[in-house]
Structure formats: C-alpha cells, structure tokens
C-alpha cells in the first residue's frame, strides 16, 4: 500500500490522524525537525528520538553536494547513514537553490547554479530532484517546484504557480511507486486566493499522496499566511495529509492546526537553540540575558527533557557566555521536545473535542500580557 | 571516614584498587574526562556517565572567572550545575595560570595574574585555591603549587619545587576535613631524580590523602616521564592513591600504570575528538582524510558508544567536512568511552595477574608495525 494518511478526529477544522509510512506510523498533527545535511544540528538521532519526534526532514540541496546522493545511497541510504529509523521527508531542493546556491538560471526545464560551499556548478530538473530523493531513499518525496518570492505582483506569481504545476506534473511522472513511499504535491499562488484555487486544481487533477503548502513564511507575516490557509485548506482533499513548509513558531503551529494542517517542519527550534533563544510554556527567553546568571530554576519546570530535568537556567547561561558547545547542544534539545509538546498537546486536545479551549490557553502562555 | 583508597590486586607495580569518596567509589586505574568549565566539552553528563567514567575533573582557575566559585557555590555546587553525580576532583589553578593567564607575578605567597577572558585582576595563594575548591565541593582537592617549566636547570626546578611544598603545607592547613573528601599533594622536581625525592620526603612529612606527580609532560617526552616515574613512584606511600596529572595518551596511560599509577586526567580525548582525530583499538585515525568518504564500516568495531554503534567512518567525515557540531560530539564521545575501556582494560587484566600480556598487546594495536 502506497503511503496515507487515516484521520482519527477532527474538530472544527482541526485534524489528528496518522499517517503510515514504509519506516512507521506518525501521529499527527507532526512537527518534524529539521536534518539539513544529514543531522538534526548539535543533536544525536538517539536524542532527538528522546523527544518524542517521529519524522525528520532532509534537505537535497545540502545533501547532492555533500555528501551527494550516489554516495549516501552506495551507503544504504540516509536513514542508515542519519541512524533514523523513522520516516524522512526530503524537500525537492528548489527552495535551497533560490535561498543559498550562488548565480543561478532559471529555464523552463530547471534551474542552473553554483553550489554555495565551492562554486561547482550543478543543475536540478523536477526528474533530477526526484531521482535524488529516491537515492536518499525519502519515504515522503516533495514536486520541485519554484517558491514564488514575496512580494510578487498577481502576474508574477501566476507565471511562478504555473511553471511549479507543470514541474508537478513531470515530478508525478518521475516517481517511483514503492510501498509506504509517497510524493506530495506542493500549492502555490503567494496570498493571491485565485491562484492558490488554480493551484490546488492543477494538484489535484494530477493526484498526490499529499499535498504541501508552500510560498508562506516568506516574509507576508502571520496575518497573511493564516488568510491564505484559511482560502486553501478547505480546497484540499480531505483525506490526505496537509504539510505547511517552513512553519514555524508555536503561534503559527497552534493556528496552522485550527486551520486543518497536520505537517510541519521548521528550523526554528534548532537554530533558536544555537543562538540562545529558548521556546517555553511560558514564552521566549534569550539565555544570554544577565538576568539568568544566579537563577536556580529549570528552563521550564513542565518539561522533561534534560537541559530542564538537570539543570538550572544559570548553568545554561554559563555555557553560553563560556560558548560551551553543550549550551546549544542542550537548548536545541530542549526547543525539539518542547515542539513535539505542542503537536503532542494539540493532538490530545483534537482527541478529546477539546481543541479551541487548549489552543487558546496555549496562545495565551506563549504572549503573557 | 576521609577519602581513601584500598588495593584490590596488584600485578608487578601496577595496581587495581578503588577509591572511596564522597560520592561514591571509584575503581582504579580511572581516566578522569576534563571538565574544565563545569562541562565535558562537546558532552552531555548522561553521555560521560553512559562511557562508564566515574569521575571527573573540574578547572579552579576557568571556574573562578566564569561563574566564579562563589555563584556555584550559591547554585548548590559543581556536582548539582553540572549534573554530575560522581566524585569530583579539582585542579589547583596554578597550571592555568601559569599557562593561559596574561601578565602575571608570582611571589613567595602566591600569584597575581590577569584573566584571559577579559583582562581583569585576580590573585591565587594556596589559601583562597583550597577555599575556591571548597566552595566548588571537590571530592579530591589539588595542593596550590607552581608546575615547574621544562626545560629547567637543577637549580631552578629546585627552587620552584621547595616553593610548592611550602605552599603544600599552607594548603594543608588551609584544607578543611570533611568525611569522603580529601587533599593531595603534588611531586614536582622537574626530571631531577633527587628533587623527586626531596619533593616525596617534604609531602610524606605532612601528609596527604592522595599523591599526584606534576611537572611531567610539559615536553619532557615519554622516555623521561616514564624513567621520573620510575625513581619516583616507588617512593610513595603504598596504601595511597597516586594520579598523574595531565596525561595522556593511550600508550603514555599504559606505561603508566605498569608503573604504579591509579589515576589520570588529560584533555586529549576530548580535544582530539574536536578535531575529528580518534582514538581506537587499532591506534589514531584523522576522519578528515578523504580515505574514509565512501567507508561503511563503523570507527572502532570493538566499541558500543553511538559514534562507532550507529554511524560508518563516512558519516563521520561527512560531519567534519560540514562542520557539523555532531562531528565533534560523537568523536569526543568514542575517544572518552575508548579511554575508559582502556583502564577498564587494564583493570581487569592486573586482577587476573596478566597485566604484562594485556597491556603489551594493547600496545602493539596501538602502534601497527
């Protein structure tokens, strides 16, 4: 059987589900860390297990340069080389060429550019990235599309949407069909609602395993985003599963749930942790503050990860003003388990018909007035 | 009771024992890992425990700058900010200052010196480094002594050796008794067999817990570590425990401990780890080297830490050419839990009385002809 998702409840537009993959089953809503090059950033696999994470994200851009995709499938693929055994999604990589690659040449058939690591020059087509992601051996594969850049006039993001759903349809074509392995198609438009309908359309028509929401947390703020999920989600195929990319803080999670999404991915948590910035039950908190030094208390007395079981908030401030390597280490292991908090919580309370009452008070420890 | 140690066997002059502390008891021969700033780099403390390390080594003179002993002190103590459960031993400061501080003034009473970090002024007699250690809560408290430079002329290593053991019997009386903790005297005499033995005679007429031998390699070189070893280990009192301070290597540690010592400390595991150079059971390897890209098989098959359980050699390279923080992390994990099974090693073999067949095996792995 090909890769799906089952619902097991919804309320209101909220989702919980799970989707059976070739590598396990996921609960969902998920938020899925992400594993740029191969490795969730200053966490082991056997720690970001701990947190209670199902699914890791790959990313192909960083992955075809180094280690490339021939050699990580010479080696038995990337859940083997990563020791993750779950499922992986992989992106299709068009998002990292725009964003990171030096000089690049958009065509109609892919794009051209230099690798941002030594300026070799490479080239990624919708059969190319599919191929790609099938040598990484990624359980769920996304379209290569492009991710219209924000702002975009309705001309500009029209032509964009449209040569992503034609590179869809070649991605469709490309891949290979093997059990418990999926491909998702990905809805573009910017904040246009006429094109996201024309998106979903044209998706739809073709027919994936899921479909993705791509183009948001580009620089339009939350405002816009949730508009635009509020115009697409309810044109979505209610039995597949529905993945915001990029997204995002727990705010957008929290709201991105109410409006029907069950996948996430976003490296928020991980690069927050790097720089300091720890995500709580009880908000935002910047560990480099001086504030910190002489506080006996746990980061968050409700988790249970072990930068907050073993150790007080001086301790972690300590290990960032000394630039100890263990302070990013523990604070991105805690940002990744209080994520998997979040989804956790939002699933129990679509289980129970609770969701609005426990979505709300989340929202309100997250921005204390 | 104070700290001890008891002997369990001994096998020519090498010696498997335990040592009784505070929290808890530690068998000898034992690798202590490097905790300089209150952290194992690059390690979490379950990681450390998960080795099999029992005790660790804390810096005076890193942790006096930052947090400052008071801070820890008011946070519970090291064991409680470091999550670290088991005995712990602290150095005295004086190698720190001596080789990491700026401008600094030594006189008879002690040592003023600059911060590295920030330039402020700061002062060490064995007075204040036995408080500082005190209110660190060391396990294993370190006599406050100046390690002599090499090279050195009799005269000088002279001199700075009868200056450390009128410091020795300050910190004596300065030490506080409580039960399971204890101090140890420090052998300097640079590699001038009878300031070795002056430097023996002077600390066995105060009296110590413990006997650590200093000044060694600091250039000397093997050969000369092992032959002061030899003209001094046999002058410590047999019933105490003896730590060499600051080594070393996998063969230094053997050698070692062929001759009469329990306990060692050095920055080299972790260090290397760092900087993707590994300690294995078939000697030194660089995973930088591009031999190890398409290499499937695991660092060390000997070896359960995750580095060598769940990865091949070419993820581990992979990480270092991305300057991945888990390249590090996993790499400092190998090179502790490789240290610890050779003491373990070691330990086993001068119980069953094969000491001498043991270690010259692991030597010859160690250096392939």
Redesign the interface.
């Given at each position: 059987m090909t890769l799906h998702w089952t619902a097991a409840a919804i309320d209101g537009a909220a989702r919980a589900g799970t989707l059976h993959t070739a590598h396990g089953e996921v609960p969902t809503p998920v938020f899925m860390p992400v594993g740029t090059?191969?490795?969730i950033?200053?966490?082991?696999?056997?720690a970001v297990r701990s947190t209670g994470a199902r699914m890791i994200l790959g990313n192909t851009y960083?992955l075809m340069l180094?280690?490339t995709a021939e050699?990580i499938a010479?080696?038995?693929g990337l859940h083997k080389?990563?020791?993750w055994h779950g499922p992986i999604l992989t992106d299709s990589g068009g998002f990292q060429v725009m964003s990171l690659a030096g000089l690049r040449k958009l065509d109609a058939d892919g794009v051209t550019f230099q690798s941002h690591i030594d300026g070799s020059k490479h080239r990624l087509t919708p059969e190319r990235s599919i191929e790609i992601q099938h040598l990484l051996g990624a359980d769920v594969t996304m379209c290569f599309d492009e991710c219209t850049p924000f702002p975009a006039t309705e001309e500009q993001a029209a032509e964009s949407m449209r040569l992503s759903m034609r590179w869809a349809a070649r991605s469709r074509d490309a891949f290979v069909a093997r059990p418990g392995h999926g491909l998702f198609g990905i809805v573009q438009g910017s904040t246009f609602a006429e094109l996201r309908a024309e998106s979903v359309a044209a998706l739809t028509a073709i027919g994936f395993e899921g479909y993705a929401i791509g183009g948001l947390a580009v620089g339009e703020g939350q405002e816009a985003m949730f508009a635009t999920l509020d115009v697409t989600t309810p044109l979505l195929p209610a039995d597949r599963p529905r993945y915001l990319m990029g997204v995002g803080t727990p705010a957008d999670i929290i709201g991105a749930v109410r409006r029907g999404i069950d996948m996430f991915d976003c490296v928020i948590p991980t690069r927050s942790g790097r720089t300091a910035r720890a995500y709580t039950s009880a908000g935002q908190l910047n560990l480099r503050n001086a504030r910190h030094?002489?506080d006996?208390a746990p980061l968050d007395a409700s988790c249970a990860c072990?930068a907050c079981r073993?150790?007080?908030r001086?301790?972690l401030h300590?290990?960032f003003?000394?630039e100890?390597?263990?302070g990013?280490?523990?604070l991105t292991w805690h940002n990744i388990a209080y994520y998997q908090q979040v989804t956790g919580t939002l699933r129990a309370a679509i289980l129970d018909g609770r969701f609005e009452a426990v979505a709300t008070r989340l929202e309100a420890a997250l921005d204390p007035a």
């Open positions: 090059a191969g490795t950033k200053a966490m082991t696999a056997d960083h180094r280690p050699r010479r080696l038995g080389f990563a020791d030094a002489d006996g072990p073993n150790h007080s001086a301790y300590h290990l003003k000394c100890e390597m263990l990013p280490m523990l």
